[in-house]
């Protein structure tokens, strides 16, 4: 199984990116994703999930309103669309998948997804 995150980029304050990450492997068609990010001397921070199904999505409170996570029709891309990046957006991006479906108050935590992309880098500069 294999999970690649793409995308990344150094951009200025107030643009936007588009993240995807492609999963490979097996199916993740009943699979809840997720992304994750690090900034430099950070622990790793709960930025968006979203169910196998795309039709329940969640997000961080820092990226709310600015952030959009999506899932392809095939159920093994997923995107993450960043809107209004603040230099504090600055972090490795890890996108991440469970093996199946995750309760609602444990979709945030990083140890109910199985499988790690192995991080695109986004810098915002003010």
């Known amino acids: 199984v294999q999970l690649q995150a793409s995308g990344g980029g150094s951009v200025e304050a107030g643009d936007s990116l588009r993240l995807s990450c492609v999963a490979s492997g097996r199916s993740f068609k009943n699979s809840d994703m997720g992304w994750f990010r690090q900034a430099p001397g950070k622990g790793r921070e709960f930025v968006a999930y979203s169910r196998w199904s795309g039709t329940s999505t969640l997000y961080g409170d820092s990226v709310k309103g600015r952030f959009t996570i999506s899932r392809e029709k095939d159920k093994n891309t997923m995107s993450l669309q960043m809107n209004s990046l603040k230099p504090e957006d600055t972090a490795v991006y890890f996108c991440?998948?469970?093996?199946?479906?995750?309760?609602?108050?444990?979709?945030?935590?990083?140890?109910?997804?199985?499988?790690w992309g192995q991080g695109t880098q986004v810098t915002v500069s003010s």
């Open positions: 991440a998948a469970a093996k199946g479906q995750i309760i609602l108050t444990q979709r945030t935590e990083e140890n109910q997804y199985i499988w």
